[in-house]
């Protein structure tokens, strides 16, 4: 039984809890909240026995085995290098740091406590997301990648009302890129790697985070585009093109229909069937890891997760994006 302890008490620990719960293995004992209040009743309403106002005292509680990070973006960091060093296993939301010198840091910090440290991007531990890879190949050379995550945030409305909220808040490394922009990153570098260039546009709030974005990168032999938004919808299907035909997938976030559509007219599902709740699957793999004594995924690397970072360092750069983490 693995014993968690869960840093953040908003709507995504809810269906991380959630989707645990339907493994053996997972053990929900400790909550921390900055709010005494706030603690208890998330423990209370999950089940949990223990809770925590201080994290250091949570880190070096010996109720826990394993944290669960799914606080604001700056947090990440501090919280998971601390929970570490206290020798505690993290699974930490992505982006898992706010740039490169954070995440190398966590990473470093993983490596010197022999802790098993990954970052919780959900879609690339997905049964339809390996089925992709797997048939990769079935479309000839690739010449481009199209992903495309724009959802329009309840949070734009209050920002627009002169409410900032933590989602358009540089002060938590925010903004659209780090919040959905990453989903259209990930699958890219996990299926291709670095890019050669990149070349980036965006809307740039007066808060100073952007609101959406476009970026194209350029590989040896294919380009990449994506697309994403916090200010804006889109019903768009995401490609993977191919001289040969093109992996159609439903949604990049969390992909549940994949097609291949060939060039002579032939079609061919490819879906896996998954669960609804797609967190299940980065939770089975981190407490497969656990279990199994690794401290590094093997699909969620942390030279992927690196690659992202630098990636999106690189598109922050272009578009005058910073926050008070890259000080």
Not at 282 to 297: D, G, R, V
Request: aromatic share 10%.
């Amino acid at each position: 039984m693995i014993r968690f302890g869960v840093i953040g008490t908003n709507w995504i620990t809810d269906k991380f809890i959630e989707a645990a719960k339907e493994l053996e293995d997972f053990c929900l004992t400790a909550v921390y909240s900055r709010s005494e209040v706030t603690a208890r009743e998330f423990a209370n309403a999950h089940g949990a026995s223990y809770t925590f106002t201080d994290i250091e005292e949570m880190a070096q509680s010996d109720t826990i085995d394993a944290v669960y990070i799914a606080s604001p973006n700056s947090f990440h960091a501090s919280q998971a290098i601390l929970c570490m060093n206290n020798g505690k296993h993290v699974l930490c939301e992505k982006p898992f740091a706010s740039n490169k010198s954070e995440a190398e840091a966590m990473i470093a910090a993983a490596r010197k406590n022999n802790v098993l440290f990954m970052e919780a991007m959900k879609s690339t531990c997905t049964p339809c997301f390996l089925a992709v890879k797997e048939h990769l190949d079935e479309i000839g050379p690739v010449r481009r990648y199209f992903a495309n995550f724009c959802q329009y945030s309840s949070r734009y409305d209050e920002y627009k009302k002169g409410n900032i909220l933590n989602a358009f808040n540089p002060t938590f490394s925010n903004g659209a890129l780090m919040d959905i922009g990453v989903y259209t990153i990930a699958p890219l570098v996990h299926l291709f790697g670095e890019p050669q260039s990149i070349k980036a546009m965006g809307t740039i709030l007066e808060s100073g985070v952007d609101g959406q974005g476009s970026i194209i990168m350029q590989y040896e032999q294919h380009e990449a585009v994506v697309m994403y938004s916090k200010i804006t919808d889109s019903n768009l299907p995401n490609e993977i093109q191919g001289e040969a035909g093109s992996i159609i997938i439903d949604k990049i976030s969390s992909p549940s229909h994949i097609q291949i559509n060939y060039r002579n007219g032939e079609q061919k599902d490819i879906s896996v069937q998954q669960k609804e709740n797609t967190m299940f699957y980065e939770a089975k793999e981190f407490i497969s890891l656990i279990k199994n004594n690794q401290t590094e995924s093997s699909i969620n690397t942390f030279a992927r997760s690196m690659s992202v970072i630098k990636i999106m360092d690189e598109v922050r750069r272009q578009l005058g994006i910073t926050y008070p983490a890259d000080q």
